[in-house]
């Protein structure tokens, strides 16, 4: 691994989190270093902190929406290349999450989103009926909802529409609680339209 790499992508995912447009330099922390350029050490950094790989899309969206709406609303995300992952975490005291390997991730049939339901004891039918709509999107069971094909459209949508993980997770936040809103109180709502009706 090239030196300092994995000190670069915390950073610059940290930054990016907080809206900072941040990039990672050649070299990493060493070239800034050797260049005599002022750091801030990373224990100085705050948490609360998790990190998932680069380029998210449903369960690595959902998740952070999960944590944000019912466990820590002030909790930070960064995305990293995939090879970065267990590197950030260990330096920046960040959480893995949906990664090969680590304890918040698939298990089985259950998708990473069904586990930190089920771990935070978050169990509600709103949530239930989420986890199996969020499931059947990330593993492509499109038969288990309806729903599903949906998800997974948007979820790429959003994926083509933002080049920067941070924007997209923010656009992300808003879809999912509009999820949220349907399955908790919309679910027995149907939309029909005729000639001459309004809507």
Not at 149 to 170: F, H, P, V, W
Request: net charge neutral.
């Amino acid at each position: 691994m090239p030196t300092g790499q994995k000190l670069s992508h915390g950073v610059r995912a940290r930054l990016r989190a907080r809206g900072v447009n941040a990039n990672v330099l050649a070299g990493g922390n060493h070239g800034w270093r050797d260049a005599q350029l002022p750091r801030v050490p990373a224990v100085n950094i705050p948490g609360p902190l998790w990190v998932t790989r680069h380029r998210p899309k449903i369960d690595r969206i959902a998740c952070p929406w999960l944590i944000r709406r019912f466990v820590d609303p002030k909790a930070e995300f960064m995305f990293v290349p995939p090879t970065e992952v267990a590197a950030v975490a260990d330096k920046f005291g960040a959480i893995p999450f949906d990664i090969g390997d680590t304890h918040w991730t698939h298990h089985g049939d259950a998708c990473t989103f069904d586990m930190m339901v089920a771990e935070f004891g978050l169990r509600h039918s709103a949530l239930d009926t989420m986890a199996t709509i969020i499931r059947a999107a990330d593993t492509d069971r499109h038969d288990l909802a309806p729903q599903a094909a949906g998800l997974l459209a948007l979820s790429i949508g959003l994926s083509r529409m933002y080049k920067d993980d941070t924007a997209q997770l923010e656009a992300g936040i808003g879809l999912y609680d509009a999820l949220y809103r349907w399955a908790r109180d919309g679910q027995d709502e149907g939309h029909g339209w005729s000639a001459g009706q309004a809507s």
